[in-house]
T-cell receptor, first 113, second 111 residues
Framework: NAGVTQTPKFRVLKTGQSMTLLCAQDMNHEYMYWYRQDPGMGLRLIHYSVGEGTTAKGEVPDGYNVSRLKKQNFLLGLESAAPSQTSVYFC????????????FGPGTRLLVL | GQQVMQIPQYQHVQEGEDFTTYCNSSTTLSNIQWYKQRPGGHPVFLIQLVKSGEVKKQKRLTFQFGEAKKNSSLHITATQTTDVGTYFCAGLSSNTGKLIFGQGTTLQVKP
């Protein structure tokens, strides 16, 4: 039982390049989330999913796209990276809305030059 | 939209002093969760509060959920150096499944 894993752990991109961050969970959780964390800004919700095949926008969705084709995977895409997207990205999954625990992945550090 | 505000942003205390962080939501919450993040780490779930006026304790940590389910607090009694980190509250809307975090309170404890 690995919990929540994220790939890659660290990446450097040039402005305009694209990439996909992968989040995988092996706990059969319905709910999955992508956050970005910047100094002094806390965790800001980018997109989330309440089940396989569904996605919804969070607080800061612009410049990102997501897909949840399989229940265990939640992908975050950057089509054309910008320096403002330099951040630490955390994926999380939630077991249930009531009485559930949100588990975080270890994070992906992204630097956009 | 749903907003969660947390204060203070930073707190420096002497070891043994108490510490409190406060969380306020712009909307009524289904439940509120608290997390701790150590420097360089990821947020780790501490507790969830669901009922109006609920109070829960974990050793030296006391968590409260307001009567109106729009505010919450975390109180640490007699802080220790192991309490260092950033404490986040997160409000959950059961209507949307959206979980929104406060900005966090970073606690420094001087030995």
């Amino acid at each position: 039982n690995a919990g929540v894993t994220q790939t890659p752990k660290f990446r450097v991109l040039k402005t305009g390049q694209s990439m996909t961050l992968l989040c995988a969970q092996d706990m059969n959780h319905e709910y999955m989330y992508w956050y970005r964390q910047d100094p002094g800004m806390g965790l800001r919700l980018i997109h989330y999913s309440v089940g396989e095949g569904t996605t919804a926008k969070g607080e800061v969705p612009d410049g990102y796209n997501v897909s949840r084709l399989k229940k265990q995977n939640f992908l975050l895409g950057l089509e054309s990276a910008a320096p403002s997207q330099t951040s630490v990205y955390f994926c999380a999954s939630l077991s249930a809305l009531f009485g559930g625990t949100q588990y975080f992945g270890p994070g992906t550090r992204l630097l956009v030059l | 939209g749903q907003q969660v505000m947390q204060i203070p942003q930073y707190q420096h205390v002497q070891e043994g002093e108490d510490f409190t962080t406060y969380c306020n939501s712009s909307t009524t919450l289904s439940n509120i969760q608290w997390y701790k993040q150590r420097p360089g780490g990821h947020p780790v779930f501490l507790i969830q509060l669901v009922k109006s006026g609920e109070v829960k304790k974990q050793k030296r940590l006391t968590f409260q959920f307001g009567e109106a389910k729009k505010n919450s607090s975390l109180h640490i009694t007699a802080t220790q150096t192991t309490d260092v980190g950033t404490y986040f509250c997160a409000g959950l809307s059961s209507n949307t499944g959206k979980l929104i975090f406060g900005q966090g309170t970073t606690l420094q404890v001087k030995p």
